[in-house]
C-alpha cells in the first residue's frame, strides 16, 4: 500500500479533529466590555469602571450607589494612613551575586 493510499483510507475520529481543532485555537483572556465613570469633582478625577452592558437604569441606580459611598473608597496611598508599607511593597528576593536577566517581551 502506497503511502497516499493509506492517508485516503485513514479516517480520523471526530473526538481526535476536536482536540486538534481545540489544540490549534488561540485562547485569549475574556474580555468584558466596561464603561469609566467619573465619582470626582472638577479638578479631581476619581476612576471607576463598572460593566458596560448594564440597563440605563442600572447603570444609574449604581451610579448613585457609588456616589453615596465614595468617600470610603482608597483613591491613592494617602487615603490608607496606617497601612503598613510592608504589606503594599513588593520585593524580589534577590541575591546579591546573581543579576537580574532580562528577556525579550513574549507575543
Do not use: T
Not at 481526535?16 to 465619582?39: D, G, S, Y
Amino acid at each position: 500500500m502506497e503511502n497516499d493510499e493509506y492517508e485516503e483510507n485513514c479516517e480520523l475520529s471526530p473526538e481526535l479533529l476536536r482536540l486538534v481543532e481545540q489544540e490549534a485555537r488561540e485562547i485569549k483572556p475574556h474580555q468584558e466590555q466596561v464603561e469609566m465613570i467619573n465619582l470626582g469633582d472638577e479638578g479631581e478625577e476619581k476612576m471607576v469602571k463598572i460593566a458596560g452592558d448594564l440597563s440605563s437604569e442600572m447603570k444609574q441606580q449604581l451610579y448613585n450607589l457609588l456616589e453615596e459611598f465614595k468617600d470610603i473608597f482608597a483613591w491613592c496611598y494617602k487615603d490608607m494612613p496606617g497601612l503598613n508599607s510592608e504589606i503594599v511593597q513588593h520585593r524580589l528576593p534577590l541575591k546579591p551575586e546573581c543579576h537580574p536577566i532580562k528577556q525579550r517581551l513574549r507575543e
